[in-house]
């Protein structure tokens, strides 16, 4: 499959204040990046948004017109309801992590090509080592298409896989919500399972034998 890349080896969270330079880094590389010609027609990158020791990461697909206005990730219609979605279960956006899967906006929203996500995946995987989620959310099938290669969407919402201690849960892009009515309950829905998924994960972590814990702040994380 194209997008079977290996996250490798992950340090655990233990960046505390560094996580924020080593973020601020990295939009660094992100805004001067010109891996692919959609960067020649952007306004600004956007590298994404959120705590930087956030326990869940939410993947979107690409910068709409106003993310891209704006440098920052789901700010527009879709953006709204995803902010109403996250309050649902109990956290501001500030809490979470926010971001997608390539960090320019294709012209006239087209889908992000396979060389896009393939360039952008990097930074993706960097965000991730750095913060460290306990759960990544994928909004939409490309999102999804990164961690759950080969699943079709309308059969993999609103589950969740577990890799070497951390959560993927496969969710309907918010802007499905917006073109198809119906799909909206299916969204609201599925975003209300998270905390009970969470709060299990957490449980069994802690109750996992101390020999079997990662050692030296070090966990094995091959996704594919
Ligand atoms: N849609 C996305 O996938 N990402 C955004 O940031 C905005 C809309």
């Given amino acids: ?20 330079s ?25 590298p994404g948004e959120g705590a930087d020791n956030a326990e869940i990461m939410f993947v979107g697909e690409a910068p709409g017109w106003h993310e ?14 995803l902010t109403q979605l996250i309050k649902s279960i109990g956290y501001e956006r500030e809490q979470v992590y926010i ?21 952008c995946w990097p930074y993706l995987e960097r965000q991730i080592e750095i913060i460290n989620p306990q759960m990544i959310v994928t909004l939409g099938r490309f999102s999804m298409g990164l961690f759950m290669p080969g699943k079709i969407i309308s059969q993999t919402h609103g589950t969740s896989i577990k890799k070497d201690g951390r959560l993927y849960f496969a969710m309907y892009h918010p802007a499905a919500a917006l073109h198809q009515g119906s799909l909206r309950s299916v969204i609201q829905s599925d975003m209300l399972k998270i905390p009970a998924l969470l709060a299990e994960l957490k449980k069994e972590k802690e109750h996992v034998p101390t020999s079997h814990k990662a050692e030296d702040g070090f966990v094995q994380a091959k996704l594919f």
């Fill in 68 to 81: 891209d206005q704006q440098g920052r990730p789901f700010v527009g219609a879709a953006g709204q309801f």
């Fill in 22 to 46: 080593a973020l601020a880094e990295l939009y660094q590389s992100i805004c001067n990046c010109q891996k692919c010609d959609i960067s020649l027609t952007r306004t600004k990158a956007v």
């Fill in 1 to 20: 499959m194209m997008y079977m890349l290996s996250l490798g080896i992950f340090k655990v969270n233990t960046f505390g204040s560094n996580s924020m």
């Fill in 99 to 119: 971001t997608n899967v390539i960090k320019t906006r294709p012209p006239n929203n087209r889908d992000p090509l396979p060389n896009e996500i393939t360039n």
